[in-house]
């Protein structure tokens, strides 16, 4: 039996309403709303990815330490019920990755022996039903393409009007042939899944599922390498450990070629976490004070960083075709919330790099997991 593994999550949630503005003078982010899950117990709020039409995928940490993963609708301003694959065993539940069907890739935590086990959430059959039935199958790998693509159904709340249709969600898990763990991270438009696995030998891979073709890769001399996002092109964006286990930014293009490292000029650590259909790229980098910053760059020569006003950290952690950001800061008091930004470049296409605010040192730090399994928040 592997020992367990301590994980400390962080969650959340976002909120839209604007759509891509016309291109600025000069690259600025622009915070278009914060918000918290909702809840009296909520201790954090934290978005993972951004689809093109706006909705959203986090997960939610609970004073009680229950974490969940759900969908917010920013257009209508609404939260999922919680997303909860009924093979979890009410294990530790993280959202992910989102595309335009409002498909959902994930992990949870098997509480029993310390291994993390990926899921996918479908709707592809929209009936009416009173509430969105969470209904387990035995798929043991990723859903076929021509499954993903067959419907653009939606995904009603328990809140929407009746005259629309409730969808009931189909979980599948997601776990590699031969895997120990499995940690989806991102999923495409297409339904190709990308993430990182950890199999019986000594390095981490990624990997990405194609029409459930699996691919492994690593960056070279890396002791764990997380495939964050990938988009309809096949780029894929994440990063990688260093045999120091320091973490370095890396891009792989639909060849597979890899361009590595990826560092943010003086930073101690490079965290790239989500990419667009364009290859904007956003993430966050740790400083020599051990400070947390938000970054967005077209090219990586030319980075922005980025600081939400006032906060102790910064995470940039998904961007959409339309240039809308989703990410979280943390207050002086420790708790982190949720905001949607919108990223306005300039007419030349490459971030304006003068623009940082001095940052304040975190209430607290990311945790620093003894291991290398477990990938950032």
């Not at 918290?36 to 959203?56: H, N, S």
């Not at 699996?214 to 092109?233: E, H, L, M, R």
């Not at 990410?327 to 420790?334: F, I, L, M, S």
């Not at 001095?358 to 928040?377: H, T």
Request: charged share 10%; hydrophobic share 35%; aromatic share 10%.
């Amino acid at each position: 039996m592997r020992p367990k593994r301590s994980l400390i999550y962080i969650l959340a949630v976002l909120i839209t309403l604007l759509l891509f503005g016309t291109v600025a003078p000069a690259t600025t982010i622009d915070v278009i709303v914060t918000f918290d899950f909702p809840g009296t117990t909520v201790t954090a709020t934290l978005p993972q990815k951004i689809e093109d039409q706006t909705d959203l995928v986090g997960t939610v940490m609970m004073a009680d330490g229950t974490v969940s993963a759900f969908i917010y609708k920013p257009l209508s301003h609404k939260f999922s019920p919680l997303l909860i694959p009924p093979f979890a065993n009410h294990g530790p539940t993280q959202g992910r990755g989102i595309n335009f069907r409002r498909h959902v890739v994930g992990e949870y935590l098997n509480q029993s022996d310390g291994t993390f086990h990926g899921y996918l959430m479908v709707h592809p059959n929209c009936t009416p039903t009173p509430t969105p039935t969470p209904t387990p199958t035995a798929t043991p790998t990723a859903m076929p393409r021509e499954i993903a693509m067959a419907t653009a159904s939606d995904l009603p709340f328990v809140s929407d009007p009746d005259v629309q249709p409730q969808c009931p969600l189909i979980y599948s898990p997601f776990d590699l042939t031969g895997a120990l763990d499995t940690i989806p991270l991102g999923i495409n438009n297409l339904g190709d899944i990308c993430g990182t696995a950890i199999f019986s030998g000594p390095t981490q891979p990624a990997f990405i599922s194609v029409g459930q073709i699996v691919t492994t890769f690593a960056v070279p001399g890396a002791t764990a390498t997380f495939a964050y996002q990938v988009n309809d092109s096949g780029q894929i964006v994440g990063y990688y450990v260093d045999s120091n286990l320091i973490s370095h930014g890396y891009m792989r293009d639909s060849a597979g070629t890899l361009t590595y490292p990826i560092d943010v000029p003086g930073a101690t650590e490079t965290f790239v976490l989500g990419n667009n259909a364009s290859n904007w790229v956003v993430g966050r980098y740790t400083d020599t004070s051990d400070v947390t910053h938000g970054f967005f760059y077209v090219t990586p020569d030319n980075i922005l960083t980025y600081d939400y006003p006032g906060a102790t950290s910064t995470s940039l952690n998904g961007i959409n075709s339309s240039g809308l950001i989703c990410g979280y800061y943390t207050d002086t008091a420790g708790h982190s919330h949720g905001f949607v930004a919108r990223v306005n470049v300039t007419a030349s296409g490459k971030p304006n790099t003068n623009t940082r605010t001095a940052p304040v040192k975190p209430a607290y730090s990311l945790p620093k997991v003894p291991g290398i399994a477990v990938p950032a928040l």
